[in-house]
């Protein structure tokens, strides 16, 4: 295969693109039948070029929806996992849960029916939680509040996610990202000229959403706590999961991996994170029974958020053995952002409308 070439996976999206046409989804150039490089002829590299870039995850393409231009990504579901996915997408995409304002999780626009193959369900297209970053820690609680409650919701329900890990928190980018952007290099345009343009979460406030549910189950409250062998997802240190055989509750798994996120992707690598140290420690847990529940999380860390000062959720988040000149560079532009913020009344916990 020539560099930038289409892959095999990709091979499978291409033969199905005139169907997805007609059912309402145009893929990008690359993914059309007799698509040309356009790099073909030049001197520069295959990456330079906006159909240079392949999908970003084997099962999922990203796709425009013909009726109204909305990005959107298509993902085929696994004929194992697939059904439990398009339960739980279903459930919470019906109301009256979809309008629940506790519901963090990613709404199903549509399902795909092609013959011979596996559905194809449309939502958003999202972007990483963390990408960009964090600027102050205000920013970090809107995130732990929202995807909390959301998976509380999920428990509420008699739904464990199984697999609430980092790969699978995302945030809606309609606000902070109102042009758009690539959706396989995420940091260029959407026509691939320039850099991506963003708003801050204190600016333009966005929410987190809980995607990927080919891991989650539902349960019957009746039969009792449910014990199920391991199904380990992106996060393979839960320590009930760690001889891969003994049944264990999901539930306290999924408290597990949340409290293990924050440890290690900010209180290992960022300062100030103390205030969330008592939270985490119970989270993450050896014993599952000991762990808090969903509700005692929520509530928790509500009492810990209304501690916390206006001068520290408007301080910025800075990483451990940061170099000094660096840190006074960005602490000067942070706190000139901060009195423009201040001075337009952006609240120190950016919740959107």
Same mark, same amino acid.
């Given at each position: ?7 095999? +996976? ?17 893929? $990008?150039? %690359?993914? =059309? ?15 330079? !070029? ?45 109301? *009256? ?22 559905? +194809? ?10 990408? #960009? *970053? ?9 995130? !732990? ?14 739904? &464990? ?14 606000? @902070?990202? #109102?042009?758009?952007?690539?959706? /396989?290099? +995420?940091? %260029? ?28 189950? =539902? ?6 706590? *449910? ?19 003994? *049944? ?24 100030? !994170? ?8 119970? @989270? ?6 000991? =762990? ?21 959720? =408007? ?12 840190? /006074? ?7 000139? $952002?901060? +009195? ?6 952006? &609240? ?6």
């Amino acid at each position: 295969m020539q560099p930038g070439g289409i892959g095999v +996976i990709e091979r499978w999206w291409v033969e199905r693109q005139e169907a997805l046409e007609q059912a309402g989804y145009m893929l $990008r150039p %690359r993914f =059309r039948p007799g698509w040309q490089p356009s790099w073909t002829g030049t001197n520069k590299q295959f990456l330079d !070029f906006e159909d240079g870039h392949r999908i970003r995850v084997p099962l999922g393409m990203d796709a425009t929806r013909i009726s109204d231009g909305r990005p959107v990504m298509l993902k085929m579901l696994p004929r194992e996992e697939g059904p439990y996915e398009l339960e739980i997408n279903k459930l919470f995409s019906r109301e *009256p849960l979809a309008s629940d304002p506790r519901n963090h999780c990613v709404h199903l626009l549509d399902v795909i029916e092609l013959p011979d193959d596996p559905p +194809i369900i449309v939502h958003p297209l999202l972007r990483p939680f963390s990408n #960009p *970053p964090f600027q102050t820690y205000g920013e970090f609680v809107t995130f !732990f509040s929202h995807i909390c409650e959301g998976v509380q919701f999920m428990h509420e329900n008699h739904v &464990a996610h199984r697999d609430c890990t980092h790969g699978n928190v995302m945030l809606d980018p309609s606000n @902070m990202f #109102p042009e758009s952007f690539h959706p /396989a290099v +995420i940091d %260029r345009s959407k026509d691939f000229r320039r850099k991506a343009r963003w708003h801050s979460r204190t600016r333009r406030p966005t929410r987190y959403l809980l995607i990927d549910f080919g891991l989650s189950r =539902r349960y019957d409250p009746a039969n009792g706590p *449910p014990l199920e062998k391991p199904l380990r997802g992106g996060d393979k240190s839960a320590p009930e999961h760690q001889d891969r055989v003994t *049944p264990c509750n999901p539930f306290p798994t999924d408290v597990y991996y949340l409290g293990n996120l924050v440890r290690e992707y900010y209180m290992q690598k960022c300062q100030g !994170f103390e205030f969330m140290e008592p939270l985490v420690a119970d @989270m993450v847990q050896n014993d599952p029974t000991k =762990r808090p529940t969903m509700d005692e999380v929520v509530t928790r860390f509500s009492e810990i958020r209304g501690k916390l000062s206006t001068w520290k959720l =408007r301080s910025r988040i800075t990483r451990k053995y940061e170099l000094w000149p660096v840190t /006074a560079w960005k602490s000067v532009s942070h706190w000139y $952002r901060t +009195i423009a913020y201040v001075l337009g009344r952006k &609240a120190a916990i950016p919740e959107p409308k």
